[in-house]
């Protein structure tokens, strides 16, 4: 096999250096799709080896006004190659990929598929929703994004048929039907296996319209955990906070601590057992992301409503390095903007581009999404210059 070729020495990359910061980014210049961006922060992209990394595609306008949208490409840093794979049409920001095999999941209608990132590999089918569960109901979901658990036997699902939710597992070598641990008449979402139990979910209470009227259905408590067998409990029971204060949870590598934007407070993590919260990086407050060990923190930021930063921050030192200073949030359709003139119909509510930065590679790299060129791209910052600057 090939090896592969660093992004640095890729040519399918090309540098971009922040004026103000003078920090350097890699930006995929290589181009398949109209919009190409990062995975949500939750999943990471790119295979433990450094050969392939995954990354959404946008054809605007297709896709607009639904849960699904999005495609598949990969790179191949061995083969120099962006592969684009329109089978792979997703929902939601479902995508998983196998950092082992370089395998990519994701969910379309009430099915979970696979697929390998080499041209010549097949989508196979790995396991569905029960049928007679749905009812004939079309889901808007099967899972926000697909985790699997510490024993690789299952992914987590919070499925959605407003008014239904349906939280629970479905096997991954579809050797069963789904799981359903518990059902909520609202919304639970963004569903996520513990890395050290395979009993254990944390989940999130969030807002939510009604499919029938469009009401808004609001949230009093963000962060649950629920065991395998157990009702759902709240994680800060004596600290409820609504998703318009709370959000953007993840687990820490050691499944002890769970992460969350406190979004008056920035980036806290709490102990799942003892409930003791502390807070980490007072300027994350939007979205961040560690690395596996818990000491470096990435995120970005919205210090004003028409403008994002990515910043790094240095738990250990405490210091903080901009990625990226200052760049326009990604304008609607109809904006007068370049960009809107670029990708007609464009509108980032409908694909969620946000910067979304996250560890990955081993923590080698920060692979987030940007428009700096006018156009949006998926772009890539080695940490090893960051620690070099905290």
Known sequence: MTAPVSPEASSLFTPWRDPVSGVESLLLSRRVAPVQSGFYFVNPSFTADGRFMWLYVFFPPGGQGGPSGGQLAVVDFAAGEVRHY????????????????????????????????????????????????????????????????????????????????YIGDIPVDGSGPARIWQTFDRCYNHTQFSPTDPDLLLTAQDGW??????????????????????????LLPDFPL??????????????????????????????????????????????????RKGRLLVGDICPARDEWRVAFFNI???????????????????????????????????????????????????????????????????????????
Not at 320 to 340: K, Y
Request: aromatic content about 10%.
């Open 86 to 165: 329109p089978e792979t049409l997703f929902m939601d920001a479902s995508p998983f990929v196998d950092t082992a095999t370089g395998e990519a999941y994701w969910t379309t209608g009430l099915e979970i598929w696979k697929r390998g990132p080499l041209a010549g590999d097949q989508a196979t089918l790995v396991g569905a929703f029960p049928a007679e569960l749905a009812n004939q109901r079309r889901p808007r979901r099967i899972a926000t994004h697909l985790t699997r658990s510490c024993d690789g036997k299952s992914f987590a699902i919070d499925a959605e048929f407003s008014p239904d939710w």
């Open 209 to 234: 319209r009604n499919a029938a009227t469009g009401n808004y259905g609001g949230s009093e408590d963000r962060l649950w955990l629920i065991r395998r067998g157990e009702k759902a409990r709240p």
């Open 242 to 291: 609504s998703s318009d204060h709370r959000g953007h949870e993840w687990w820490d590598a050691d499944g002890e601590h769970v992460w969350y934007i406190d979004y008056r407070r920035g980036t806290e993590k709490v102990n799942i057992h003892t409930g003791k919260r502390a807070n980490a990086w007072p300027g994350g407050h939007t979205h961040s992301h560690c690395d």
């Open 316 to 390: 250990n030192t405490g210091r903080e390095v901009d990625i990226v200073t200052r760049f326009p949030v990604h304008p609607a359709a109809g904006a007068g903007s370049s960009l809107s003139a670029r990708i007609p119909g464009y509108d980032r509510a409908q694909y969620h581009i946000h910067p979304h930065p996250q560890f990955c590679c081993r923590d080698r790299y920060i692979c987030y999404t940007t428009n700096v060129r006018g156009t949006i791209d998926l772009a890539l910052v080695s940490v090893e210059q960051l620690l070099a600057r905290t």
